[in-house]
């Protein structure tokens, strides 16, 4: 299974531009790699998914370069309701192959302070 | 709407009480799970179901059991009960022949239990 490893928090003013990134070095071949957020709360909720390079949707971006045992996800310029804990899971169900079994390890998260 | 929804989500029992906590979702999914996440350890998978009558271990399954007779559901079944299963758990599911990009895995609200 591959384990992942970010930072326990951060600290941001607003406005600023955040990155949040994620250590996976024993990543397979079919891997995908995919960031949650979560408010208090509440159920975790997809930000990004990513396999190679970078991805880019309308809340963030994820820079995974090319040896994938990394990923970055930026958040540009972060406002208060961005304060939220941050997971990345590498192995989401998507692209499953089909064989053998899918159990998926979250990591610690990245608690995200967004600061007025 | 899409959802997925946990029942109940909140409840105080006693330790030994056999207790069930119901989880169904409305998205056709294959693949339901069930999580814990306790503070500073991040969400921990307990079971998962990757179909009808499929089920096999996460991370954290003692004292636990699942069931899936029926695509849509998937209860999480404390036998009997202890304080350190006192926590917050998810439910969630997901497609398991997704396309790149779309939301993997969707989360319920939520439900804590608190076991005296």
């Known amino acids: 299974l591959a384990k992942t490893t970010q930072p326990i928090s951060m600290d941001s003013y607003e406005g600023q531009e955040v990155n949040i990134t994620c250590s996976h070095n024993?990543?397979?071949?079919?891997?995908?790699i995919t960031w949650y957020q979560q408010f208090p709360s509440q159920g975790p909720r997809f930000i990004i998914q990513?396999?190679?390079t970078k991805v880019t949707n309308e809340v963030a971006s994820l820079f995974i370069p090319a040896d994938r045992k990394s990923s970055t996800l930026s958040l540009p310029r972060v406002s208060l309701s961005d304060t939220a804990v941050y997971y990345c899971?590498?192995?989401?169900?998507?692209?499953?192959?089909?064989?053998?079994?899918?159990?998926?390890?979250f990591g610690k998260g990245t608690k995200l302070s967004v600061i007025p | 709407e899409a959802q997925v929804t946990q029942n109940p989500r909140y409840l105080i029992t006693v330790t030994g009480k056999k207790l069930t906590v119901t989880c169904s979702q409305n998205?056709?999914?294959?693949?339901m799970s069930w999580y814990r996440q306790d503070p500073g350890l991040g969400l921990r998978q307990i079971y998962y179901?990757?179909?009808?009558?499929?089920?096999d271990k996460g991370d954290v399954p003692e004292g636990y059991k699942v069931s899936r007779k029926e695509k849509r559901n998937f209860p999480l079944i404390l036998e009997s009960p202890s304080p350190n299963q006192t926590s917050l758990y998810f439910c969630?599911?997901?497609?398991?022949?997704?396309?790149?990009?779309?939301?993997?895995?969707?989360f319920g609200d939520g439900t804590r239990l608190s076991i005296l």
């Open positions: 969630a599911s997901s497609p398991i022949y997704g396309r790149e990009g779309e939301q993997p895995q969707h």
């Open positions: 024993n990543i397979a071949t079919n891997d995908y």
């Open positions: 990513g396999y190679k």
């Open positions: 899971l590498v192995g989401d169900i998507v692209q499953y192959s089909g064989a053998g079994s899918y159990q998926l390890t």
């Open positions: 998205m056709n999914h294959e693949y």
């Open positions: 179901s990757m179909n009808v009558e499929v089920t």
